[in-house]
T-cell receptor, first 114, second 111 residues
Framework: DGGITQSPKYLFRKEGQNVTLSCEQN?????MYWYRQDPGQGLRLIYY???????QKGDIAEGYSVSREKKESFPLTVTSAQKNPTAFYLC?????????????FGSGTRLTVV | QKEVEQDPGPLSVPEGAIVSLNCTYS??????FMWYRQYSRKGPELLMY????GNKEDGRFTAQVDKSSKYISLFIRDSQPSDSATYLC???????????FGEGTQLTVNP
């Protein structure tokens, strides 16, 4: 079945550590996105990529980094520069512009700083 | 002013009630309107997709868009406990463009 797989489901980070969240899709979608979800704040865009080897900052990119070396994969690294990383992280993908479809989301990764 | 404003709720209704969820937006260039449903600790799933003004019906769900008022709604008829979730509106300027999401409305349907 086609879909988006995020791993791990739960992740714990110590102060000062970098951690990487995985996102893989087999939908043959060109565009991929990373969102952060906090209670009462909806979805906030961190980074997005419309083609391989290219990505753009979203609204809250500080303290995060991404790569897009393969169409199927869009990992997100939460660096030690992100001062408040505890949140629910969602990866999504979509068809390219010109098609009438919304986003497909993964099941999310819950990151907690310990 | 936020580009998309959504009634935050939470909303609690008895089983069988008609539910109305609403969003307003500020950018008249928005043309694509969606509703997502998100169960607790899960990713959002696309529920309804509409283009421009008008109504779209799918079973117990009806999405309504009024571009003149910059107002979108999702109606749920004969609500069920399984409809208990957070509902997010999402709006796009062009097909395939970045979506702007509302904050979400948490709905609880009580048996």
């Amino acid at each position: 079945d086609g879909g988006i797989t995020q791993s791990p489901k739960y992740l714990f980070r110590k102060e000062g550590q970098n951690v990487t969240l995985s996102c893989e899709q087999n939908l043959n979608h060109d565009a991929m996105y990373w969102y952060r979800q906090d209670p009462g704040q909806g979805l906030r865009l961190i980074y997005y990529s419309q083609i391989v080897n290219d990505f753009q900052k979203g609204d809250i990119a500080e303290g995060y980094s991404v790569s897009r070396e393969k169409k199927e994969s869009f990992p997100l690294t939460v660096t030690s520069a992100q001062k408040n990383p505890t949140a629910f992280y969602l990866c999504a993908s979509s068809h390219p512009p010109g098609s009438n479809y919304g986003y497909t989301f993964g099941s999310g990764t819950r990151l907690t700083v310990v | 002013q936020k580009e998309v404003e959504q009634d935050p709720g939470p909303l609690s209704v008895p089983e069988g009630a008609i539910v109305s969820l609403n969003c307003t937006y500020s950018n008249s260039a928005f043309q694509y309107f969606m509703w997502y449903r998100q169960y607790s600790r899960k990713g959002p799933e696309l529920l309804m997709y509409t283009y421009s003004s008008g109504n779209k019906e799918d079973g117990r769900f009806t999405a309504q868009v009024d571009k003149s008022s910059k107002y979108i709604s999702l109606f749920i008829r004969d609500s069920q406990p399984s409809d208990s979730a957070t509902y997010l509106c999402a709006i796009g300027e062009t097909s395939g463009s970045r979506l702007t999401f509302g904050e979400g409305t948490q709905l609880t349907v009580n048996p």
